[in-house]
């Protein structure tokens, strides 16, 4: 597992996010973790409170993410 968000890498961005500075936005700014694993690979283990949402559903499922994060 990487200390890095694929954030970045999905979306172009060149700078990424830390596990700390991830840890304290969820905490303190109520962000939200997508998981894009696929769904055995998220139920063998994943980040509490994470949402599973695989990377080739990403553009269909993006109603299922949250707007306001």
């Known amino acids: ?3 890095r968000t694929a954030w ?3 979306s172009g961005r060149t700078q ?3 596990a700390a500075e991830a840890v304290r936005l ?3 700014e109520k ?3 997508i998981d894009v694993c696929e769904p055995a690979e ?3 283990g994943h ?5 599973n949402l695989p990377v080739g ?3 269909a499922g993006a109603k299922a993410l949250p707007a306001n994060k």
């Open 26 to 28: 969820m905490n303190h």
């Open 1 to 3: 597992m990487t200390s």
């Open 47 to 51: 980040v509490v409170g994470a949402r």
């Open 31 to 33: 962000a939200v973790v």
């Open 16 to 18: 990424g996010v830390g």
């Open 8 to 10: 970045p890498s999905l």
């Open 57 to 59: 559903q990403i553009e």
């Open 42 to 44: 998220f139920a063998a």
